[in-house]
């Protein structure tokens, strides 16, 4: 699915548009010349299934160098070691995430609780491999785009969001930090913050982005920055903003 010149859509669960297995993230493709990245990685059980989707967008899956994630929930990360594995990629993470992923731990990871609780089937599993770290004010370039890494913790420990300038315009790639209409996600897992989450909504606000791909629902294709000011508006109330589910 095509969403803005070199932006594709390739993977998206029950939370989206149903493109691979119901329980992926958004898996984006950002592809310039002969490079490309995916940010995020589903949870492993349609990794061939969004490899395919890499294909039908006219890249050739060894195109793709690199697979960034936001952060370390299985929905996001479990699929990343398959992927790799398929495309011949990269995986590139903040420390945090990255040390969780090189141990493959399922309790830091909160796939253990998660899979406990009936939300992930029992093939979900996070298996350990090699992860390259990245940080605050790092740049990825993918051709000539450059995607400037941002730290936003709150809602995972170790959550990065991806900027970018494409045509002109501001996109911002947010994970699970922020969606449409300024809603959030807060799990009350170990790792959640609320003053991190306040802190990191108002930094990707400052930024103005005119375009918001965040880990599930809609995408918002212009006026993003509407939809972050809806979050901080909320937090100027001394409130949360709106929970993404009901």
Wanted: charged content about 20%; some cysteine; proline content about 7%.
């Amino acid at each position: 699915m095509r969403l803005l010149p070199g932006v594709h859509l390739v993977g998206s669960g029950w939370l989206g548009f149903g493109l691979s297995d119901r329980d992926d993230s958004h898996v984006f493709l950002v592809h310039d010349g002969d490079d490309a990245v995916l940010v995020d990685a589903g949870c492993g059980l349609a990794s061939e299934r969004i490899a395919q989707h890499i294909d039908d967008a006219g890249v050739p899956g060894g195109t793709v160098s690199r697979i960034l994630l936001t952060h370390a929930h299985p929905d996001h990360a479990a699929g990343a070691s398959s992927l790799a594995e398929l495309l011949g990629a990269q995986v590139l993470a903040a420390p945090v995430t990255a040390d969780i992923l090189r141990r493959g731990d399922e309790d830091a990871a909160g796939l253990t609780v998660a899979r406990a609780a009936g939300l992930y089937p029992p093939p979900v599993r996070l298996q350990a491999g090699e992860v390259h770290e990245i940080d605050d004010g790092d740049i990825v370039r993918v051709g000539g785009i450059e995607l400037r890494i941002i730290a936003t913790p709150g809602h995972a420990a170790g959550h990065l969001c991806f900027a970018a300038q494409l045509g002109g315009r501001t996109v911002l790639f947010s994970g699970d930090l922020v969606f449409s209409r300024g809603r959030v996600a807060v799990l009350g897992t170990p790792d959640t913050d609320l003053r991190q989450l306040a802190t990191s909504l108002r930094r990707v606000a400052a930024l103005r982005p005119d375009v918001l791909l965040p880990g599930h629902g809609t995408p918002v294709l212009d006026d993003a920055f509407a939809h972050l000011d809806a979050a901080v508006a909320a937090l100027d109330r001394q409130q949360l903003p709106p929970p993404l589910l009901p």
